[in-house]
């Protein structure tokens, strides 16, 4: 069974930085491409980032572009997501979502529960 | 970027009725790399959709979809209570790998 699990959200100052992670088990973590989906308070789905199984290919929503870094350690079948110079406007409840392959074009088969981020004074 | 807008925003109907929603994309979403997800209050996302009209594992067969370009469709043919929930559509195919506004079906 495929299994995603979020963790590392919290409450942050504007300005700081947090990272998440994202722990999946249940199928060959190297073999399938990662993604990073946001949704905000009562709002709709963002995409954040994706990467590649391999690690090689990383992409990025504008609005994160040059703040966040998507990352992924095979060895420990765990996705990361390092989010620098927060601002209010990233307070989301953050979920990772596995790709159906590990190339670049991936529709996201399995989602874990998502993990809150709140950027807040 | 690819933009895609649902509509309607909301659609309103009882528990047997059709539903039809829409996603349009700012331009053509080449090889068809659609997908559509149900969302439930509380919950993540659950594929139903991928490539613009293939079903995936476990999804009803109610639930279908067409389209190619710039215009898709995802029809529930007889909505179950279970249906009520917002329904997004999301091209894969360019980054940012963006997603519709999303489409409530709520109960009338």
């Known amino acids: 069974e495929v299994q995603l699990l979020e963790s590392g959200g919290g409450l942050v100052q504007p300005g700081g930085s947090l990272r998440l992670s994202c722990a999946a088990s249940?199928?060959?973590?190297?073999?399938?491409?990662m993604t990073w989906v946001r949704q905000a308070p009562g709002k709709g789905l963002e995409w954040v980032s994706g990467i590649t199984g391999g690690g090689a290919g990383t992409y990025y929503a504008d609005a994160v572009k040059g703040r966040f870094t998507i990352s992924r350690d095979n060895s420990k079948n765990t996705l990361y997501l390092r989010m620098n110079s927060l601002r209010a406007e990233d307070t989301a409840v953050y979920f990772c979502a596995k790709g159906h392959y590990s190339g670049n074009y991936p529709y996201l088969d399995y989602w874990g529960q998502g993990t809150l981020v709140t950027v807040s004074s | 970027e690819i933009v895609l807008t649902q509509s309607p925003g909301t659609l309103s109907l009882s528990p047997g009725e059709r539903a039809t929603l829409s996603c349009r994309a700012s331009?053509?979403?080449?090889?068809?790399?659609l997908a559509w997800y149900q969302q439930k209050p509380g919950q993540a996302p659950r594929l139903l959709i991928y490539?613009?009209?293939n079903t995936a594992t476990g999804i009803p067969d109610r639930f279908s979809a067409s389209g190619s370009g710039t215009d898709f469709t995802l029809t529930i043919s007889r909505l179950e209570p279970e249906d009520f929930a917002v329904y997004y559509c999301?091209?894969?195919?360019?980054?940012?790998?963006?997603f519709g506004q999303g489409t409530k079906v709520e109960i009338k």
């Open positions: 331009q053509s979403v080449s090889s068809n790399y």
């Open positions: 999301q091209q894969y195919v360019s980054s940012p790998k963006t």
């Open positions: 490539a613009a009209s």
């Open positions: 249940g199928f060959t973590y190297s073999d399938y491409a």
